[in-house]
């Protein structure tokens, strides 16, 4: 197996940290692609991703895994412990629902915002659209304080304990700091979480 990964992206981070939070990052054959040299969009990865998006998991029999989740579930079955995505039906279930809202409530406003207003995105974004980078500001700020309402009753985005929708919130976080964005020294659930955060091995690298 290959993953092919980039750095300091969220989405290739949302599988760095799951897999160093499992204690096997070290372990795992990668290719390491420049997105701001546009690595993704030559033609030896568009062999293996034609979307041109990173992460990717080649397997050995061939197949290609392409979205960040899909990659964490696959890696969670073979490595289970510690356990991040829920150990019986329902705690999965629980867990997707909020890591599924952080990621369409919160990342991906972060990501309009960043993709249609940032110069290092201009490249890549054609064309980059300042109502659309307005827009999802206002619904990053909106529904971050949405999350921290949900923090105020609740140790981790989804329960009583450390899940994939901590990794999610966290790169999601890291990403808004592109943007000067720092939610946190506004709400404090947030802050307190996000402290705990910094205090794990797996996410604070
Ligand atoms: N839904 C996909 C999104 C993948 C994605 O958009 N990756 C970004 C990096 S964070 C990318 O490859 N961007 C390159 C581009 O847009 O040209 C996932 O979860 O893996």
């Known amino acids: 197996m290959k993953l092919h990964y980039a750095v300091m992206a969220p989405n290739p981070d949302r ?4 897999l160093q939070e499992k204690g096997v990052w070290d372990q795992i054959p990668k290719t390491e692609l420049n997105i701001i040299k546009q690595d993704h969009r030559q033609p030896a990865y568009l062999a293996i991703s034609p979307l041109g998006q990173l992460p990717a998991l080649e397997l050995d029999n061939g197949t290609v895994l392409t979205e960040s989740r899909a990659i964490c579930t696959y890696f969670e079955s073979l490595y289970p412990e510690p356990n991040l ?3 019986d039906g329902k705690e999965r279930a629980v867990i997707e629902m ?8 919160y990342f991906l406003h972060i990501a309009g915002w960043f993709r249609n207003s940032h110069p290092a995105m201009a490249e890549l974004e054609k064309p ?3 109502e659309w980078a307005e827009i999802s500001r ?3 700020q909106q529904n971050i304080a949405h999350i921290d309402q949900r923090l105020a ?5 989804a329960g009583d304990r450390f899940t994939i929708a901590d990794i999610t919130l966290h790169v999601s976080l890291g990403f808004g700091r592109i943007m000067k964005y720092r939610p946190w020294e506004e709400h404090s659930h947030l802050a307190a979480w996000r402290e705990r955060m910094l205090a ?5 690298s």
């Not at 599988?15 to 799951?18: G, M, N, S, T, Y």
């Not at 009753?153 to 985005?157: E, F, G, H, K, R």
């Open 85 to 87: 995505m829920g150990a």
């Open 98 to 105: 909020w890591d599924r809202r952080v990621e369409m409530s």
């Open 153 to 157: 009753s609740s140790p981790y985005v």
């Open 15 to 18: 599988v760095r940290f799951f």
């Open 200 to 204: 794990r091995p797996g996410v604070a």
């Open 138 to 140: 206002g619904r990053a």
């Open 128 to 130: 980059q659209c300042a």
